[in-house]
Nanobody
Framework: QVQLVESGGGLVQAGGSLRLSCTASGRTFSNYNMGWFRQAPGKEREFVAAISRSGSRTWYSDSVKGRFTISRDNAKNMVYLQMNSLKPEDTAAYYC?????????????????WGQGTQVTVSS
Protein backbone atom coordinates (compact mmCIF):
# COMPACT_ATOMS: atom_id res chain seq x y z
CA GLN A 1 0.00 0.00 0.00
CA VAL A 2 1.17 3.51 -0.77
CA GLN A 3 2.53 5.72 2.03
CA LEU A 4 1.66 9.42 1.97
CA VAL A 5 3.35 12.46 3.50
CA GLU A 6 1.85 15.96 3.37
CA SER A 7 3.75 19.23 3.55
CA GLY A 8 3.28 22.92 2.86
CA GLY A 9 0.93 23.93 5.63
CA GLY A 10 1.44 27.02 7.71
CA LEU A 11 0.03 30.33 8.87
CA VAL A 12 -1.32 32.73 6.27
CA GLN A 13 -3.41 35.89 6.25
CA ALA A 14 -6.94 35.85 4.90
CA GLY A 15 -6.84 36.33 1.14
CA GLY A 16 -3.44 34.72 0.86
CA SER A 17 -2.32 31.50 -0.79
CA LEU A 18 -0.66 28.22 0.11
CA ARG A 19 0.27 25.15 -1.88
CA LEU A 20 0.06 21.80 -0.14
CA SER A 21 2.02 18.82 -1.39
CA CYS A 22 1.49 15.12 -0.85
CA THR A 23 4.35 12.78 -1.65
CA ALA A 24 3.63 9.09 -2.20
CA SER A 25 5.99 6.17 -1.90
CA GLY A 26 6.10 3.20 -4.24
CA ARG A 27 6.13 2.69 -7.97
CA THR A 28 2.37 2.39 -8.54
CA PHE A 29 1.25 5.95 -7.75
CA SER A 30 -0.56 6.30 -11.07
CA ASN A 31 -2.87 3.43 -10.05
CA TYR A 32 -4.37 5.53 -7.24
CA ASN A 33 -7.12 8.08 -7.22
CA MET A 34 -6.11 10.89 -4.88
CA GLY A 35 -7.97 13.31 -2.67
CA TRP A 36 -7.66 15.99 -0.03
CA PHE A 37 -9.71 16.16 3.15
CA ARG A 38 -9.61 18.52 6.10
CA GLN A 39 -10.61 18.45 9.73
CA ALA A 40 -11.16 21.52 11.89
CA PRO A 41 -11.10 21.37 15.70
CA GLY A 42 -14.30 19.85 17.04
CA LYS A 43 -15.54 18.89 13.58
CA GLU A 44 -15.53 15.74 11.49
CA ARG A 45 -13.24 15.23 8.54
CA GLU A 46 -14.69 16.60 5.31
CA PHE A 47 -13.96 16.24 1.61
CA VAL A 48 -12.10 19.06 -0.13
CA ALA A 49 -10.91 17.92 -3.57
CA ALA A 50 -10.09 14.80 -5.56
CA ILE A 51 -8.37 13.83 -8.80
CA SER A 52 -8.49 10.75 -10.98
CA ARG A 53 -5.54 8.46 -11.71
CA SER A 54 -4.53 10.23 -14.89
CA GLY A 55 -5.43 13.70 -13.65
CA SER A 56 -8.05 14.12 -16.33
CA ARG A 57 -10.94 14.57 -13.90
CA THR A 58 -11.27 16.59 -10.71
CA TRP A 59 -13.89 17.08 -8.03
CA TYR A 60 -14.32 19.88 -5.47
CA SER A 61 -16.49 20.64 -2.51
CA ASP A 62 -18.76 23.63 -2.97
CA SER A 63 -16.93 25.54 -0.25
CA VAL A 64 -13.61 25.57 -2.13
CA LYS A 65 -14.72 25.50 -5.77
CA GLY A 66 -13.13 28.37 -7.68
CA ARG A 67 -10.49 28.95 -5.01
CA PHE A 68 -8.62 25.63 -4.72
CA THR A 69 -7.05 23.57 -7.49
CA ILE A 70 -5.95 19.95 -7.19
CA SER A 71 -3.29 18.58 -9.53
CA ARG A 72 -0.89 15.66 -9.72
CA ASP A 73 2.46 14.79 -11.22
CA ASN A 74 2.65 11.04 -11.62
CA ALA A 75 6.30 11.18 -12.67
CA LYS A 76 7.11 12.69 -9.28
CA ASN A 77 4.59 10.66 -7.26
CA MET A 78 3.03 13.87 -6.00
CA VAL A 79 -0.35 15.52 -5.68
CA TYR A 80 -0.87 19.20 -4.93
CA LEU A 81 -3.56 21.46 -3.57
CA GLN A 82 -3.20 25.08 -4.61
CA MET A 83 -5.21 27.17 -2.15
CA ASN A 84 -6.01 30.76 -3.13
CA SER A 85 -8.20 33.43 -1.54
CA LEU A 86 -7.96 31.66 1.79
CA LYS A 87 -10.56 32.33 4.45
CA PRO A 88 -10.45 31.80 8.22
CA GLU A 89 -12.96 28.97 7.80
CA ASP A 90 -10.35 27.09 5.76
CA THR A 91 -8.35 26.61 8.97
CA ALA A 92 -7.94 22.87 9.51
CA ALA A 93 -5.57 19.95 9.38
CA TYR A 94 -5.37 18.82 5.77
CA TYR A 95 -4.91 15.16 4.82
CA CYS A 96 -4.28 13.47 1.51
CA UNK A 97 -5.88 10.14 0.71
CA UNK A 98 -5.27 7.46 -1.90
CA UNK A 99 -7.49 4.68 -3.19
CA UNK A 100 -7.01 2.20 -6.01
CA UNK A 101 -10.65 1.69 -6.89
CA UNK A 102 -12.63 4.60 -5.49
CA UNK A 103 -12.31 8.31 -6.09
CA UNK A 104 -12.03 9.73 -2.54
CA UNK A 105 -14.92 12.19 -2.56
CA UNK A 106 -16.99 10.99 0.38
CA UNK A 107 -16.61 11.78 4.07
CA UNK A 108 -16.38 9.03 6.66
CA UNK A 109 -14.77 6.46 4.38
CA UNK A 110 -11.47 4.79 5.22
CA UNK A 111 -9.71 4.80 1.90
CA UNK A 112 -6.61 2.72 1.17
CA UNK A 113 -4.04 5.19 2.53
CA TRP A 114 -3.92 8.43 4.52
CA GLY A 115 -1.18 10.89 5.26
CA GLN A 116 -0.35 12.29 8.70
CA GLY A 117 -1.79 15.72 7.97
CA THR A 118 -0.47 19.26 7.68
CA GLN A 119 -1.91 22.21 9.55
CA VAL A 120 -3.29 25.24 7.72
CA THR A 121 -4.18 28.28 9.79
CA VAL A 122 -5.76 31.35 8.20
CA SER A 123 -5.82 34.51 10.29
CA SER A 124 -8.37 37.27 9.91
Amino acid sequence: QVQLVESGGGLVQAGGSLRLSCTASGRTFSNYNMGWFRQAPGKEREFVAAISRSGSRTWYSDSVKGRFTISRDNAKNMVYLQMNSLKPEDTAAYYCAADRGRVPIYDGVEYDSWGQGTQVTVSS
